[in-house]
């Protein structure tokens, strides 16, 4: 989850504070632009990850896939085990609800873009064109899955702390090391916050490289690249 929070804002973030650069301006505009559309492609499938279901619905207990989905799957199958409470396994299909992409509109259009760009075996190219997905990319739509996704990791991490048959899911408390200290790990109830710490980290990511290597002007940026003429 955290590597999606930073992978999508490490890129709108980019587009921000290098949208004044045109790509036929010089080596750096040209650079940039790829750059950029390189990190949303990256986004999105580092997003759709997150909610994969694919394995889950297979092997949910040996799967290795980090999705929510198989953690999902994995919970319903510990519940199952300790013959949980009708309630308990309610809120867990509540839970597995919120991020069905068949219900949410965000979530499926992120799907759609990965099997497109993924090349994933599901694709169907008279699809290509569902919501203009092969012309533009809504930041809008990809932005509310994403945050979805987000709030879903922390009911979940709630969700475990509240049922007894799921506290193997919550981290270990943390082991002294050897010279005494102690690790500081964020807690998964703490999702929200990480999340936050890591949209603004990439944000300032981005405007220290705007400002390492083109300056805060277009003055600043010709003063220090060359010129670029295409042949």
């Known amino acids: 989850m955290i ?4 992978s999508f804002y490490l890129a709108k973030r980019s587009m921000h504070y290098f949208s004044d650069l045109l790509e036929a301006d010089d080596r750096v505009g040209m650079a940039i632009g790829n750059i950029n559309k390189r990190l ?5 499938l580092d997003i759709a990850g997150l909610n994969d279901g694919g ?4 092997d949910p207990g040996d ?4 999705s929510l989905p ?3 799957r994995r919970m319903m199958g510990r519940l199952t085990d300790a013959k949980a409470s009708a309630a308990e396994v309610a809120s867990l299909l509540a839970l597995q609800a919120d991020i069905n992409p068949g219900r949410h509109a965000p979530l499926l259009y992120v799907r759609h873009l ?5 090349g994933h075996p599901s694709l169907d190219r008279r699809f ?3 919501a203009s997905a092969d012309k533009e990319l809504s930041l809008a739509a990809v932005e509310a899955a994403l945050a979805r996704l987000v709030n879903n990791t922390h009911d979940t991490a709630e969700f475990a702390s509240s049922v007894p048959a799921l506290q ?13 200290s102690i690790p500081m790990d964020f807690d998964l109830s703490s999702v929200i916050l990480l999340a936050g710490l890591m949209r603004d980290s990439a944000g300032y990511e981005a405007r220290a490289l705007r400002a390492q290597i083109t300056g805060a002007s277009r003055f600043e940026r010709s003063a220090h690249t060359e010129a670029y003429a295409p042949e």
Do not use: I, Y
Request: no cysteine; glycine share 2%; charged share 20%.
């Open 70 to 72: 198989a953690v999902h």
């Open 3 to 6: 590597q999606a929070v930073q």
């Open 55 to 58: 394995l889950a619905t297979k």
């Open 168 to 180: 193997d899911f919550l981290q270990p408390r943390a082991v002294p090391n050897s010279d005494g």
């Open 128 to 130: 290509d064109a569902w």
């Open 40 to 44: 949303l492609r990256l986004a999105v």
């Open 114 to 118: 990965r099997n497109k760009w993924a």
């Open 63 to 66: 799967s290795r896939t980090a």
